[in-house]
């Protein structure tokens, strides 16, 4: 839960009597640093009541203290699992977290301070459901940066201002996709022409690729065989033959033969529209 900021009294930064100083994040150049307060029994809390809630009740919370030139201006809870903190020479700062692991939608990435107020940015405000599973595969977490007005989470934007995405939601990682290119004499004559499934071995195995069939229709319009000019493993060729036999084309006077090529690669989105592709 995010707390409501308050102002502070009180004009210095008064630490805890440890041997490890509370950590301190502040703006390049200075004027504002954030202190994040890691232990319970501080003598410069509100009250000693607040110091125990924060100790007790709340363990996986802290307390974070904003100042400007040492004055303290406003209070916010920050979760115990955040990453790091960048303060910004405005007086606004972002919340790096720690991600938890399997990310979805809900899955917390950051919190932006803005306004008096803190904004959590979950993974589904960020990136699309195709993105999630390459989230995941990636052994890091997602890079936050601020740049200008701006919390750059690999390549999403977030506004400083207004603590939300700048721009609708579009894919920056690849997922498994299935598309088919053959002459354009074949594609005018099929009439329905359904894409494979990416055998789930294969997307496991990270395997892309293309296989190349020989086919023969009817003269009735359906697919009666099919041969592999060029083969690919992991149940590939067996998901594009598959395919192939549920095409139906346009009557003929004749039986006659044709090649289609299924293609099996990990594209974007914007990729493979671009391609004709099925996302499936």
Known sequence: MLATMLVFLTTRITMPDAPVRNPSF??????????????????DFASAKEAVLVGERHPSERRATLYVRKTPMARAIVTKNYRTIFVT????FVVVRDVERPIGASTPLLDVFTRGELHTLRAGDLFPPTDFDELNR???????RVDGA???????RVSLATGKRVGPLRDLYTSPRTWVTASK???ARAVGR?????????????VSGSTLLEIVVSAEGRVISSRVLRAMPWGID????QAAHRWTFTPQHAEWQGTLEFHFQW?????????GCDSR
């Open 185 to 187: 004499q074949l594609l």
């Open 194 to 206: 359904p894409l494979p499934q990416y055998p789930p071995v294969a997307v496991k195995a990270r």
């Open 89 to 92: 020479d405005s007086g606004k």
């Open 267 to 275: 594209l974007t989105e914007e990729q493979c529209r671009k391609a």
């Open 138 to 144: 990636l052994p890091r977490d997602p890079e936050v």
């Open 238 to 241: 067996a998901a594009a033959q």
């Open 150 to 156: 701006h919390a750059v989470v690999n390549e999403v």
């Open 26 to 43: 502040c703006s390049p150049d200075g004027r504002y640093c954030l202190v994040v307060r890691e232990y319970a029994n501080l003598p």
